[in-house]
């Protein structure tokens, strides 16, 4: 059994920059897969990016609005965190981020919001234009 615990959230004008921090309870964080997805009001929940266990593997979001290339996904298993740093905000990246983790290993096949059995329960994160 794991617990998530997201923080870090809060508003931020466009263009700023947001660090948020994920806390994962037992001592077998180091074995999960962590992830992040978000979801604005109004549709689904979507995802954001994804971590191995190690570290060695990393995959973010391409969609329209990509994030690749602004938000970097991290984690310190000595601290059971994963961290989700956010630059060059934009209005469209509002939502409630939430924080995910799975035991499966982390493949392409595996990022769907379904294939995640552990989640917390998010953060909202404003960017004002």
């Known amino acids: 059994q794991v617990q998530l615990v997201e923080s870090g959230g809060g508003v931020v004008q466009a263009g700023g920059s947001v660090r948020l921090s994920c806390v994962a309870s037992g001592r077998t964080f180091s074995s999960y897969r962590m992830g992040w997805f978000r979801q604005a009001p109004g549709k689904e929940r979507e995802f954001v990016a994804a971590?191995?266990?190690?570290?060695?593997?990393?995959?973010?979001?391409v969609y329209a609005d990509s994030v690749k290339g602004r938000f970097t996904i991290s984690r310190d298993n000595s601290k059971n965190t994963v961290y989700l740093q956010m630059n060059s905000l934009k209005p469209e990246d509002t939502a409630v981020y939430y924080c995910a983790a799975d035991s499966s290993r982390l493949t392409i096949a595996t990022m769907a919001r379904y294939q995640w059995n552990y989640w917390g329960q998010g953060t909202q994160v404003t960017v004002s234009s």
């Open positions: 971590i191995s266990w190690s570290g060695g593997s990393i995959y973010y979001a």
